[in-house]
């Protein structure tokens, strides 16, 4: 019997992405899933597409919270209804290939693992590849993660039953980054299915094309989640630019 994968994508106003996004959970090799959706008040037609899946597939399941709270509170009010075994997260623009639960199940059984992820290609906002593969270090370690996040969001698949369920503040942005943080200070490190399993989207608009707000998040990361003072905070954080310049590099490679 194959266990249950939840997966959770919170929402907003995500019209021109969610149908490509849902299909391509609809169309996994690995069936036994359920994706929960929490869409955080969104003013377009984004609940209707939603809705419309819905009916036709009861795997599908939407939580409508009454006001927009942001990113990180919609994802937590979707991993509370999560039940499956795993974890895995999509954001509602993102894309998954058709083997990526199959694989990843398979990968972390075989090595008797409790949490992996993958390499991804890159494509823009229309859909369009942009030959842009990010891979990462295997196996990856904490100390590598602390200074530069390597684990795709849309990658990420972990244990529910070894580690609990991961919620963290949701005030708090990285909130992708200080999950796999936990992880991995408890696991030490981590096996990436080394190959590329999903498809990124890079929107013009989004924090991490944002290189002000993204340096901003990531401080915070350094002084409020590992409580660091405010100096030594600095100190990590151009450890950190350099990692994400510099060696981080060598693992985007062109395809």
């Given amino acids: 019997m194959s266990e249950l994968v939840s997966i ?24 036994n899933w359920e994706m929960i959706l929490a869409d955080d008040a969104s003013t377009d037609t984004t609940v209707a597409i939603i809705e419309e899946f819905a009916q036709k597939d009861n795997r599908i399941r939407l939580f409508k919270l009454p006001e927009n709270n942001g990113n990180g509170f919609a994802r937590n009010a979707a991993l509370e209804k999560a039940s499956g075994k795993y974890i895995a997260y999509l954001d509602a623009d993102d ?76 005030s708090q942005k990285r909130q992708d980054w200080r999950i796999w943080l936990t992880i991995l200070e408890q696991i ?22 944002s290189k002000f707000k993204l340096i901003k998040h990531n401080f915070g990361v350094y002084r409020e989640f590992h409580g660091h003072n405010f100096v030594f905070s600095v100190l990590l954080m151009i450890r950190f630019l350099y990692t994400q310049l510099i060696v981080k590099q060598q693992y985007i490679k062109k395809i």
């Avoid at 106003?13 to 299909?23: G, H, M, W």
């Avoid at 199940?105 to 859909?127: A, M, R």
């Avoid at 030490?188 to 094309?209: C, D, G, M, Q, W």
């Fill in 188 to 209: 030490k490190t981590a096996k990436p299915v080394p190959e590329s399993l999903a498809f990124y989207r890079i929107r013009k608009n989004s924090v991490s094309s």
């Fill in 8 to 31: 959770i994508t919170p929402t907003y106003n995500a019209e021109k992405y969610i149908r490509e996004t849902l299909q391509s959970v609809l169309n996994q090799s690995y069936q």
């Fill in 95 to 170: 894309l998954w290939f058709r083997e990526k639960l199959e694989k990843q199940i398979q990968f972390l059984k075989t090595n008797n693992l409790h949490f992996t992820f993958s390499f991804y290609d890159s494509i823009d906002e229309e859909g369009n590849a942009l030959n842009r593969r990010v891979e990462s270090p295997n196996p990856l370690t904490y100390k590598q993660v602390f200074f530069c996040n390597y684990v795709g969001n849309l990658t990420a698949i972990y244990d529910a039953d070894y580690f609990g369920k991961i919620i963290l503040e949701t």
